[in-house]
Structure formats: structure tokens, C-alpha cells
């Protein structure tokens, strides 16, 4: 090999390492923001009219989530999907329930403007209330690009965040999976090495369940799934959640 192609390697390999252990996912080049008015307008669907028994908890829309309060955009906890992807969320609640499981999503859909919110809250350095929950190892500094980026899949409509309850009559219980939802950590990638084995277990029931119906896990968070191929790859949305 020559000496020139051998060192360029050797740096790639090294920037390869230096990555943070979550990241975001990657985003089209050429997405654009759609003009509509509203969810109607471009066949946004509100999940639970097609998948009962499912637990809507849209962290967003409440002060749960890693800003500690409620995020511009949110102003129901409603889970919006597209169409297709609200149909096979729906084809994978129906095959949990069957087992006596439920999904328990944390977010769907996510406004533009919602992203905006996110990447003015990661620039005030002041605010860390929520630092113990969500990002206890990481400085609030390090945030904006390897954990929260300027554009998000969920603007696009196919992108859903969620676990898994167990259920027994009408109480349901969410399976362990080894951290919360949105924590800023290595600990959330799907096959952290460091969990045990019963969060493991509850981890892959979640992925054969989403993979059977068209949803690929992001690797770095055991929480977040994208429907493919999705809908419109090309095109995000900013009406708001009602």
C-alpha cells in the first residue's frame, strides 16, 4: 500500500473512533419544508384512532422531556404520523397486544419549529435543570450536533420514539430496556454491551416486533425507529400537533 493511502487511513480510522457514542441521525441533503396549514393538509393521522390499546406519553408536549418544559409545536399529546406509517405502527400494536404487550410511545411527529425550540434551548448554557435525567456525563456545551441537530427525521412524518409495556387487564407496565427515553448516553444504544440481559431481552422484542413491519431502529437509541421507505424523504413538516 503506499505510504500516502496507509496514513490516510490511519486518520480516518481515528477520526472514526473520536465520534461521540450517540449521534443523530442523518438527514437527506435537500429536505424542504412544506407550506401547509395543517395536519389534514398532508394526511398527518392521529395513531390512536388506529392502533387501541397503544399509551400515548408525547413527552413534548409536557414538561418530561430533557428542556423541562412544555416545546413550541406541541400543543396536544397527539401522535401524528403519516398515513402509512400510522398503519403499520398499528399492524405492530395489534401484534403485542396479542401477547399480552403494549406499545407506549414518547414522541411521533416533531414540527420544525419544535426542532428550533430544541437548538435554542442546547445554546443556553444557563438552564440545567434536567442535566441529572438526560445528559448527566456529558456537558450541555457538547449537546448541539452529536445529540441534537438542526433538522430531524421526525419532521418528516415516518419517525416514532416508543417501548414496551407489559399489560395485565387495563394496568400496563413499561419493560425495562436500561435507561430512559431521550438520555444523552452511551447507555441508550441499542446493543450497549454494558445492560443486562433481560434489558437486552426487552430491547430485541422491541426491534423484531418494529422490524416486521417496515421500521429500522437507529442504533444509537433502543427508543427511536424510521418506517422505509419512508413517505416523503424529501419533505419536512411544521403544522403544529393538535
Excluded at 76 to 90: E, I, K, N, S, Y
Amino acid at each position: 500500500m503506499p505510504r500516502f493511502i496507509l496514513i490516510l487511513s490511519l486518520m480516518l480510522a481515528t477520526v472514526g473512533c473520536a465520534m461521540p457514542a450517540t449521534a443523530v441521525p442523518p438527514t437527506p441533503a435537500r429536505v424542504q419544508v412544506s407550506a401547509a396549514r395543517t395536519a389534514a393538509d398532508v394526511g398527518l393521522v392521529d395513531v390512536s384512532t388506529l392502533a387501541p390499546g397503544l399509551r400515548v406519553e408525547m413527552r413534548y408536549a409536557g414538561s418530561d422531556n430533557f428542556t423541562g418544559a412544555p416545546v413550541p409545536g406541541y400543543e396536544a399529546p397527539t401522535c401524528l404520523l403519516l398515513r402509512p406509517v400510522a398503519q403499520a405502527l398499528a399492524a405492530v400494536q395489534a401484534d403485542l397486544r396479542d401477547r399480552g404487550l403494549a406499545l407506549e410511545i414518547f414522541d411521533c411527529y416533531r414540527p420544525v419549529r419544535s426542532v428550533h425550540a430544541f437548538v435554542d434551548w442546547a445554546h443556553d448554557l444557563s438552564d440545567q435543570r434536567t442535566k441529572a435525567a438526560h445528559y448527566p456525563n456529558v456537558d450541555k456545551s457538547l449537546l448541539l450536533g452529536p445529540y441534537i441537530a438542526e433538522t430531524s427525521g421526525h419532521s418528516r412524518g415516518a419517525t416514532v420514539d416508543l417501548g414496551v409495556m407489559r399489560c395485565a387487564g387495563q394496568a400496563c407496565t413499561p419493560l425495562d430496556m436500561g435507561t430512559e427515553f431521550d438520555l444523552f448516553d452511551s447507555r441508550a444504544n441499542t446493543d450497549n454491551p454494558e445492560i443486562t440481559a433481560v434489558e437486552r431481552a426487552n430491547r430485541q422484542l422491541l426491534l423484531a416486533a418494529m422490524k416486521k413491519h417496515g421500521f429500522a431502529n437507529y442504533p444509537m437509541e433502543w427508543w427511536h425507529f424510521t418506517f422505509k421507505p419512508e413517505p416523503t424523504p424529501d419533505t419536512a413538516y411544521d403544522v403544529p400537533v393538535r
